[in-house]
């Protein structure tokens, strides 16, 4: 008996049914069929031999409509061949500039139109370029295709003769942007490691507030190596060499602007042992790739390059 009553027990229990779970798909805008396409174009940090073939091709292209902002090295922006809009991304103004990038984008590709979007350095390193093609597929349907671009955070202190990862110096790279959770004055940078490299972008502007907070609050030495290089991988490249105590002086009496990527840690004086603080005297201008001499080595290019030549080279 006690036998039958376990078993109807078991058989006749009920326990409510699990709630069915649903996914939530986010749909874009169904695209209309006769809009055109959207390219994000990475600009490398300015000179043009460190393009990619692909984003040569793509600004190349003399049916497009090409949309940058003024950081974009002019050197870069003599090769677009199709239409070429400028926005002014100036201190104050970044907002309302890359509302009108949008506007432009969306004009383009209601035309039907080939639209590059060139972007300084890498799309998707502090470049918006997520919002960007976020935004063109939630408003338009359009889904965009990117071609990566040698980022500044890299290809920058490079042309300033700095190795960010230097045997001794540094085994770790940290990379941020200037501005610190809701554009606060500084960016929450981790405490001090003498073997790490910090890489700073859109920095310029807050340097001075930036070295304070890392000496007061992070335990940076006053004398940790600090460096600015301005325009970097152009013939208007300047580079400010320091410390913390005085780089902000420094590039205020040298008028340093943006675009400029800063630099701390030891890997800064790797290659520049003995070099004085203050502005790097450098030759005059040859059209030399400082990337390509870190030295600075006067030493001109055979000659300018030639589009087409390099897009037919490049062709299976």
Partial sequence: MLRLLALVAATTSWTPPRPIRTATILRAAPPHP???????????????????????????????LVICDRLVSPEI????????????????????????????????????????????????????????????????????RVVPGVSSCLAAPLAAGVPVTHRGSAHQTLVSTGYGRGNSSSPELPP???????????????????????????????DCPA????????????TVLGDLSDIADLAALHAIKAPATVVFGDAVRALHQGVAHGLIDLPEPTGASPVIDVRHAGVARPRALDVAETLRLSTP
């Avoid at 919002?131 to 408003?139: A, C, D, G, P, T």
């Avoid at 910090?198 to 310029?204: D, E, I, R």
């Avoid at 460096?227 to 300047?238: G, Y």
């Fill in 77 to 144: 922006r003599e090769l677009v061949r199709g239409e070429l809009r400028v926005a002014g991304k100036m201190p104050g103004c970044a907002e309302k500039a890359q509302q009108q990038i949008y506007e432009w984008c969306r004009e383009g590709l209601v035309d039907g139109r080939r639209v590059v979007r060139l972007k300084i350095g890498d799309p998707f390193v502090f470049g918006r370029g997520g919002e960007e093609v976020l935004e063109r597929r939630e408003r338009l349907g359009v889904e965009a």
């Fill in 227 to 238: 460096l600015v290089v301005e325009q970097a991988a152009t013939p208007r490249q300047r």
């Fill in 34 to 64: 006769s809009l055109g396409s959207l390219t994000l174009v990475g600009a490398g940090p300015g000179d043009p031999e460190l393009l990619t073939i692909a984003a040569l091709r793509a600004i190349a292209d003399s049916e497009a």
């Fill in 192 to 222: 001090y490691d003498p073997m790490r490299t910090v890489v700073l972008l859109m920095a310029v502007g807050r340097l001075r507030s930036i070295a304070e907070d890392c000496v007061t609050s992070q335990n940076f030495p006053p």
